[in-house]
């Protein structure tokens, strides 16, 4: 908007006179009406400090006021920019000189833009505040330019009126009233600077100024700061800048589930089967209830009363499962829970867990899969087995692989170990369930929308009931999608107990107990088909999956390996008969590499059996193996977008010295000394085609897959996204504000995201949520899509306002921070005028605008097909990373512990839009994996019982037992992303393969095949003495 | 040998400074002093990620020393001096610890992070120059399941180095 104004007036002076005082900055500035104080810049440019003020509070704000032209003594041309209280102006003001007679005649014009918060308050009726500015200028300069007693009157008239922009708006609230004449007696204003007398009496309280303010003020005020340096990078995109999220974090000033108190909280504390497979007898609450301080229990029996089991995503026999929150007749595995107690605080409500009685009838506990295929004891009567799923991968022609095989290797059992990637906080809520009947949760939970998706069935309600939303979380890796059970208790105990909230925080014990294990699994009766060449040209297996006591959203984990089908090789014949079942184990969870791990896991140890059985090195075996033209596609029908895993492992066995271990290798085996040197090959493949969900149930609603972006200019011109996803730790706030900063021409400091996620937002779809390596993919394409499309409404609004064309228009950064401007010309719009525009000032906007609201959501889907159910064949993912990675390991002779001596990682994700971001991804998935390898094993009994249960026996990985990588990088972006990136989160378990390979070499002589991903010193030790399962192998040559 | 019953015992009046401000409260003589700073004080900057005293996430800084916070009862800590993660940073700005997590990417969910910042800043008090064998052993109490500590160990030295430019 640019509003113009003109007119004249005479003055009894000579025109070479008025040119004088009108063409000299620092004659003219002190006429402008609220004059301060000023500052010569150069000879044309002043900077000036003008007050303005409104109520008690008046501040001084800055002005930069130019000679633009002067032409004696025909022409004076000023030029001012300066901002005011959430606002600014642009001002333009011209006076030409005419000689009439004794006097002066002097034409003005004046044009101005004023934008900002200011607008806000003053509704449509912008114009005549801005008539009123220039009008009092000019009445200043009428009056700079007349004899006294003419300013006298002056004067006098316009002391009544509210003047200035300011007061005129306070004017209008109500707010400003004339002021009391003379105000200041004994410092009386000087005359020059009249407006001053209007800014009514000096206040009373004392002004808060930035730099006095408290330091926890200062403090806030400087807590979404990120870095403006883009070391380099052309765009925001690409340059390793450090996070937004980062200086809460760092401050502690974090919001984590545990965090949110307040003071009528109530909180739970659940009693848990100590018991693997027990059938519930009797449950006395009495003794608890007592106990001062608790308000209730809640048990099995009274959730069954009031909810239907969750829904489940398998089909039959698996879908006959009734799967409540809590145990109803019997618990089916240790730490499930029984009884919940809500108390006014977290130690009654431990204590009264503790006194309530239970009585149990110990069942036969099913604690292998082996066990579970027998069905003696069965967990879920309701299905009569403990088979959940069960369905056959063929592809390509076995038989004929097998027949002209040159090499056959068979390899009885390999097993993959139950570990999770526990991360610090553990699972957790704050529920409540009010008496309108609205659900709230805010909780750790990462994939939101599928828990509301099973939760709001359950409970009878409709899902907008149902608002789930986080602020931080304390890491996920895919663990916590599944903590609705938990949630669905919690907001059960508030609706009993009237609305309260009731925050429920699991201790670590409950967490390595019943707060989700990544799946285990066992591959049975492998054989492999190899030419002459040592090339694989087939291979068939059974695979045995262990979901613990419920499925919930492990059926998918049946088809998701499958993405990753023939792992990193070119074998074309694959059958993969697969069968999951149900043990009495903690239910298994997806985590970080979720169901792919596992089979690349299998795919690699099969690799590197053949090498050995073959005597071909295992660099040399994958030189003959890997896939090497890209885009690929799978014999399933996946496609490997891009990559190159040769100079992967080429830039690997550069980065580790391979040729020098090689030889150390040798000197080491003269002194008797075990050193192995193990390489793993991983994919982590990124962007789920949901379709694959019904590959395992064709009745499963779901298929492609989708995320979300809202994107708006708030009503004062900041730059607010919303995202569905949940982030963890992965530092979305940064890559969003990288991605919109480029789009819209502007800095990632003034892209406000959202921390966490809130489904009130309405930024959400049913695929929703932080898992699956996506972010970079559908995450960021659904921040792209809006910043495009926020971008066109930008371009037709700014033309409208600018009155120019979208195609004349650029974006920039301006004094009000990002701004519209037409090169060239003097034209510019700040994007806080635009938003003030649509959101509090749009009289006469015209029709063709009506759709422009500068607030935009968009739903970002990769284009997916859905799969053929029957071939099992289609495109299940959109992006493949790859990792390749080279450990080196000593066990030592008499303890057995493997030591790690030297690892090395090269990752490739496409195009890296925060490569700090994607490093620290890299290092975490590759701890995940050596601790894992190494130390972390969730290891049952025989009657059920969790022996490692607390982190003193699930050892996390440490810093002392963490080795020194050594990381290299390189980019093949992905052709089918729009912006050449792929996934990363999950890295693909990489270390448990190459953990595997390297203690394999080391105990090459020794005769024992390394079938298991657990090498622990007590694992390895067991292995080399006979105890526990061994693999064994059988090696037909049958070239002639 | 009379009662075996649970009961509720006086609650005990403790005074502890922290960060610098001294706090009077009574309190139950088995809340924990990571229950107090978080509950009583509402500094939920200091986390709690385990019960055994493994992970370090409720590290804090006792009369000088890092301790965990969940292994003490908070009326241990009588007359004491605690800071915490929220005392680190001044009027200044952000300690130089903080700064070099942030620059060098050594938290990403940042749960661990204040409990390893007062573990590191405790270290670098004593040893001004440590070498990565100090720090891994002086972290090693303080678990990460996010960052697999290579960008710590960098943050720690890249603070400490600007700490004794200082
Ligand atoms: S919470 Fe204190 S050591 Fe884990
Ligand atoms: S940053 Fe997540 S636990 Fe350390």
Redo the contacts between chains.
Sequence with gaps: MEMKFDGEFSVAIPRQEAFELLSDPQKFAPLLPTFHSMEMKDEKTANLKVKVGIGRIYGVASTELTLEAAEAPLRAEYVGRGKVMGGAYNMIAAFDLEDAGDETLIRWSGETQIYGKVLSLAGGSMRGYAEAEINRLIGSLQLALSSEAEAAAILAARAAQPQGLWQKLLALLGLWSPPEVPVLASEPEPQEKPALRLLAKPPTRKVLKADEAPSTLGKIAAADSIEMDRKGSESWVGSPLRRKEDSRLVRGNGLFVDDLQTSDMLHLAMVRSPYAHARILSIDVSEAQALPGVITTLTGAEIAAVMEPYMQIGPEPGASIQDYPMAVDKAIYQGEPVVAVIAETPRIAADAAELVEVDYEVLEAVMSVEAAAEDKSILHPGSGTNKVWEGVYEYGDLDAAFAEAAHIVKIDRLHFHRFSSTPLETNGCVASWDNRGEIEFFSTNTFPTIGMQMMAPALGVSIDKIRCRSHDIGGSFGNKITSYPGMTIAALASRKVGGQQVKWIETRNENLLAGGHGGERTFLDTEVALDANGVITAVRSRHLDDCGAFPRYEPLGCVIWSQVLPGSLKVRNLRIDFRQYATNKCPAVPNRGYSRLQHLWFMERVLDICGHQLGIPTDEMRRRNYIDEFPYTTPNGCVYDSGDYHQMLDTAKALIGWDDWKEKQRQAREEGRWLGIGIGTTLDSGTNNFGQAQIVNPDAPFSGNSEVCTLKIDIDGSIVASLGTVPSGQGHETATAQVVADELGLGPDLVHVRPGTDTARNSHTGHSGTYASQFAVTGLGAVHGAAVKLKKEILRLGAHALQAEEEELEFGMGEMGAQLTVPGTEKAIPFMYLANIVNTNNAGLPDELDDVSLNVRYVFRPKFELPDLEKKYGNLTLTYAAQVHIAVVEVDKYTCQPRILGYAVVDDCGKQINPKIVEGQVHGATAHGIGAAIMENYLYDEGGNLMTSSFSDYTPITALNMPDLTCASQESPSPFTFNGAKGCGEGGGAPLHTISAAVQDALVAEGVIVGDTFNSATAIFELLHGKGSRSSVEHQSLAG | MSETK?E?VEAVDIEITVNGKSYQRSV?P??LLV?FL??EL???????????S??G?CTIRLDGDAVKSCTLFAVQADGAKVA???G????A??HPL??A???H?G????????GM?MSASALLDEIPNPS?KD???R???????????????KSVHAAANELREA
């Design positions: 649970p509720f139950e088995r809340m229950e978080r509950e509402r500094l939920t900057g200091t986390h709690i990620g385990c019960d055994t493994y992970c996430a915490t993660v929220e680190l940073a001044t009027e700005g952000l903080q700064k997590f942030s620059e990417h938290l990403q969910c940042g749960y661990c992070t204040p910042l990565d720090i891994k052993k972290i090693a109490g303080n678990v990460c399941r996010c960052t697999g500590y290579q960008n710590i160990i």
